[in-house]
């Protein structure tokens, strides 16, 4: 067996972490500590500090123009993901909820980003199926139901374009998906874990980053 050579994350460490990140400009800071106080019961889906700056970074790093996320909730991914988009950049949001994507919206106008966030309130396979068949999506942020993930993967691959990023979010499913008895959003994480590594589409690498994220690059 392998031995891990990450430094056990301690709340001391972590501080240390988040200090040494670009920090959290005032409006995400902000939507994040809303979320927590309105939806303290599913605040656990917001996306870490660590997470946000990675995904701004990548964007970027990237020079990606369309964005694709599809599991939005209070929108605090997407702010991050939106405010480095470059000039006529656009970010294509999918979620269900008009509760969670509200607060979402407020962000994003005091931001000064709403024009550039396309919000599409509907199930994600059927605002991902009406898009363009052919490649033009440059980066994907899925963070979304576990249980859709492949089914989201297989419409999101042949839109992206070559070189294109797609980052999976929750790939270690709070350490479940080593469980031989996992089962639900954790048995649907391993599979896709596995549909992940098997598609000879992409180059993918897993990262011990918050709950785990895959970065999949299109061949």
Same mark, same amino acid.
């Given at each position: 067996?392998?031995?891990? /050579?990450?430094?056990?994350?301690?709340?001391?460490?972590?501080?240390?972490?988040?200090?040494?990140?670009? +920090?959290?400009?005032?409006?995400?800071?902000?939507?994040?500590?809303?979320?927590?106080?309105?939806? +303290?019961?599913?605040?656990?889906?917001?996306?870490?500090?660590?997470?946000?700056?990675?995904? &701004?970074?990548?964007?970027? @790093?990237?020079?990606?123009?369309?964005? $694709?996320? $599809?599991?939005?909730?209070?929108?605090? &991914?997407?702010?991050?993901?939106?405010?480095?988009?470059?000039?006529?950049?656009?970010?294509?949001?999918? #979620?269900? !909820?008009?509760?969670?994507?509200?607060?979402?919206? #407020?962000?994003?106008?005091?931001?000064?980003?709403? %024009?550039?966030?396309?919000?599409?309130?509907? +199930?994600? @396979?059927?605002?991902?199926?009406?898009?363009? &068949?052919?490649?033009?999506?440059?980066?994907?942020?899925?963070?979304?139901?576990?249980?859709?993930?492949?089914?989201?993967?297989?419409? *999101? $691959?042949?839109?992206?374009?070559?070189?294109?990023? *797609?980052?999976?979010?929750?790939?270690?499913?709070?350490?479940?998906?080593? %469980?031989?008895?996992?089962?639900? !959003?954790?048995?649907?994480?391993?599979?896709?874990?596995?549909? $992940? @590594?098997?598609?000879?589409?992409?180059?993918?690498?897993?990262?011990?980053?918050? %709950?785990?994220?895959?970065?999949?690059? /299109?061949?």
């Amino acid at each position: 067996m392998a031995e891990p /050579k990450s430094a056990p994350l301690t709340p001391e460490l972590y501080d240390y972490v988040l200090a040494h990140n670009p +920090p959290l400009d005032p409006v995400l800071q902000d939507l994040a500590d809303l979320t927590r106080e309105r939806f +303290p019961e599913a605040a656990g889906m917001l996306s870490a500090p660590e997470q946000a700056s990675l995904l &701004a970074f990548l964007v970027r @790093l990237t020079g990606a123009r369309h964005v $694709v996320e $599809v599991g939005t909730f209070t929108g605090f &991914a997407t702010l991050a993901m939106a405010r480095a988009l470059p000039e006529g950049g656009t970010l294509t949001a999918c #979620d269900v !909820s008009e509760e969670w994507t509200a607060h979402g919206r #407020d962000a994003w106008a005091k931001a000064g980003v709403a %024009d550039r966030i396309r919000l599409r309130i509907a +199930p994600a @396979l059927e605002t991902l199926r009406a898009m363009p &068949a052919e490649p033009h999506i440059d980066l994907v942020y899925l963070d979304a139901d576990k249980s859709g993930y492949i089914a989201y993967w297989e419409e *999101l $691959v042949p839109r992206l374009r070559p070189g294109g990023l *797609l980052v999976a979010d929750n790939v270690l499913f709070h350490g479940a998906v080593v %469980d031989p008895a996992a089962t639900g !959003s954790a048995l649907a994480i391993r599979e896709f874990n596995d549909h $992940v @590594l098997a598609d000879t589409r992409m180059e993918a690498v897993l990262l011990t980053v918050a %709950d785990g994220v895959t970065l999949a690059r /299109k061949r």
